[in-house]
């Protein structure tokens, strides 16, 4: 079953790079703007302090839903249907579990046992993404509960992992990045640890591939015949694919040399000492972080 029409999110960009598409979902309040501006709400009544409402916005009706049985969380973004299909979720990163030894991320354990919270019923009730499978063969999908509510939107709302928005998997995007906002605001979860800190180039060693958030200076933008790119810190090629341009404008990509910005998604290892960073949508590039 396809994925069910997220109800519209009124939200402001103005921290965010977000191109000027035609059809763009309508701005936020300007309470949501002040909340984002200064990193921090007071838990009444205000966007960043409401975790419900922002994950009534990412609410589907479960009429339009596929119901199917939980058999086995694995972390807190990957879960496994009886009959054997591995399901990842939409629009949420969470913590890598150690493996062959290693020690688990922080907050790995915690996003697990949140998603097997969430899933407690033993049902999960999904939504099919546009890009059905990822390049380990899972089922990509959006999921929730019997309410209808995302469970990517709830997990982000705890703090248990980030928002990640990879075209053409982003119907949800918009009202995910809001429910991201009140945890990073409060400091919740993985927003309040050191260890998912930004990161600059320089600060980068061997080995520290993954997925990271990489605040540094724009020093260069170009427009390649595979692909548009933007430098960070001299060290980190960010590209947008063709397939992806669409979502961005030239001019204001060009505005960005000499600016600092904050990008996430995975770092890939690439030849004298450069890494390489695959951009698939505006919501994971920021301006003026903070």
Aim: proline share 5%; charged share 25%; glycine share 10%.
């Amino acid at each position: 079953m396809a994925a069910a029409a997220p109800r519209k999110v009124k939200r402001q960009n103005v921290l965010r790079f977000v191109a000027e598409q035609k059809k763009r979902r309508p701005t936020a309040s300007l309470a949501l703007f002040l909340c984002l501006a200064v990193s921090a709400c007071d838990g009444a009544g205000s966007p960043a302090g409401s975790a419900s409402t922002a994950v009534a916005q990412c609410a589907a009706d479960p009429a339009t839903l596929r119901k199917a049985a939980v058999e086995h969380v694995y972390d807190g973004d990957t879960l496994r249907l009886r009959g054997g299909e591995r399901v990842r979720l939409v629009g949420v990163n969470t913590p890598e579990r150690g493996r062959d030894g290693a020690a688990d991320e922080p907050f790995a354990e915690e996003a697990r046992r949140t998603l097997q919270d969430l899933t407690r019923s033993g049902e999960v009730w999904l939504a099919d993404a546009a890009q059905a499978r990822d390049r380990h063969g899972r089922l990509l999908a959006y999921t929730f509960d019997a309410q209808g509510n995302s469970l990517s939107a709830q997990l982000l709302a705890q703090g248990m992992g980030f928002h990640v928005a990879i075209a053409p998997n982003t119907a949800y995007a918009d009202c995910l990045a809001v429910a991201e906002s009140g945890a990073r605001a409060a400091r919740r979860g993985v927003w309040g640890e050191p260890f998912y800190a930004p990161v600059r180039m320089a600060d980068l060693g061997p080995g520290d591939g993954g997925f990271k958030r990489v605040r540094d200076v724009v020093t260069r933008v170009s427009f390649k015949d595979n692909g548009w790119w933007v430098q960070l810190g001299g060290k980190l090629g960010v590209k947008i694919a063709e397939p992806n341009q669409a979502a961005f404008k030239r001019s204001e990509l060009r505005r960005l040399e000499g600016r600092e910005v904050e990008v996430r998604g995975w770092l890939v290892p690439r030849d004298g000492g450069w890494w390489m960073l695959t951009l698939g949508h505006p919501e994971m590039l920021e301006m003026n972080p903070s």
